[in-house]
Every structure is written in structure tokens, then in C-alpha cells.
């Protein structure tokens, strides 16, 4: 089996797919993440049910384009408390610039993380360290820095953001849980 080297339509969908229930199988793991403004213990459910109205949405779609209306459309509308919210902009930031395309290469998911990351950021009033911003953010860092750095095959770019992805999560903990602005977008 050869490496995936430019995501088609069927592929983002089985992803998105994919990444719902990968969300709902950690959703109380996640749950317990949550503590900043207040541990209200809902984040993993939030970003779960946002995930269930993408999926719902891409049963009649078919298409880069109309898989990447039905990612946009479906987050924005089943967003659901301040995660959601921002996992949806990560979402339509991704989406937004994968829809012009019929299947994304490796620059694509380059600049569809930087776009998510930043449309995140700008959705949120005082972004704070220790978030889904700063998993955001490490993933699209470690992805940018791949790229400028001659990885330019989608898995080994997936690769990066993963690894980058998990080791912002372990540091969670250790971040200062105040507002403060720690990135700011282009």
C-alpha cells in the first residue's frame, strides 16, 4: 500500500468520519481536560456533538466542494459551547481552502492548518495557553515547519501534526492558565 500522497474526496470524508469517533471513544478523557475559564467538564461532548452535525451533513454530499460545504455548514450549525465553536473555524478553515481543489496535496494541508489556526485564534476574545488553540497551534507549527524543511508527503505531514498534537496535550497541565494573547494572527 503506498503512501497517501493528495486526499480525495472520499478520504477527507472517511477522516471526518473518523475523527468523530475518535472523539466520542476519548469524549470523558476529554471532558476532563477542560479547566479553563471553569472545569465545566463538557469540552470532549462539545466537540463530539459539532463532529455529529459535520457527519449528519455529509450523507447527501459528494465532491470535494460539496463535502467541504457540508464540513463548514454542518460545524458552524451544530457547534456546540466555546470548543465547538472553535473546533468548527478549525474545520471551515481547513475546509474553505480545500474546496477549490479536487484533491488536497501537502501544501494544501499546509496552508488549510495555518488558516484554520488563525480563524480559530480570531474567534476567540482573549485566547488562553493550555486550549484547543494551543493544540491548534503546535499542530500547524510542526506541519509548517515539516513542509519549509522538505517533507512534502501528506502522511509524514499528518505524522508531525499528530506527534506536535499529543505533546501540547501532555503539557496542558503545566501551561499558565491565564488569558493572555499568545499568538496573533496574521
Excluded: W
Aim: proline share 4%.
Amino acid at each position: 500500500m503506498s503512501a497517501l500522497e493528495k486526499l480525495a474526496p472520499a478520504d477527507l470524508r472517511r477522516f471526518v468520519i473518523t475523527y468523530r469517533d475518535a472523539l466520542r471513544s476519548h469524549q470523558d478523557e476529554l471532558n476532563r481536560l477542560n479547566v479553563y475559564p471553569v472545569p465545566d467538564g463538557d469540552t470532549g461532548t462539545n466537540m463530539a456533538l459539532t463532529l455529529e452535525s459535520v457527519v449528519g451533513e455529509l450523507e447527501s454530499a459528494d465532491g470535494m466542494a460539496e463535502i467541504c460545504h457540508a464540513v463548514s455548514h454542518g460545524s458552524l450549525m451544530g457547534a456546540r459551547g466555546n470548543s465547538g465553536v472553535i473546533l468548527s473555524q478549525i474545520l471551515r478553515g481547513l475546509a474553505d481552502t480545500f474546496s477549490d481543489h479536487d484533491e488536497a496535496s501537502a501544501a494544501d494541508l499546509v496552508a488549510g492548518l495555518r488558516r484554520a489556526t488563525d480563524a480559530a485564534y480570531q474567534a476567540v476574545l482573549r485566547p488562553v495557553e493550555g486550549t484547543i488553540l494551543t493544540v491548534a497551534r503546535a499542530a500547524t507549527e510542526a506541519v509548517e515547519a515539516a513542509y519549509e524543511g522538505g517533507e512534502k508527503s501528506l502522511a509524514g505531514l499528518l505524522d508531525r501534526a499528530a506527534a506536535a498534537a499529543r505533546e501540547a496535550v501532555q503539557r496542558t497541565p503545566d501551561l499558565p492558565m491565564k488569558p493572555e494573547r499568545i499568538y496573533q494572527p496574521a
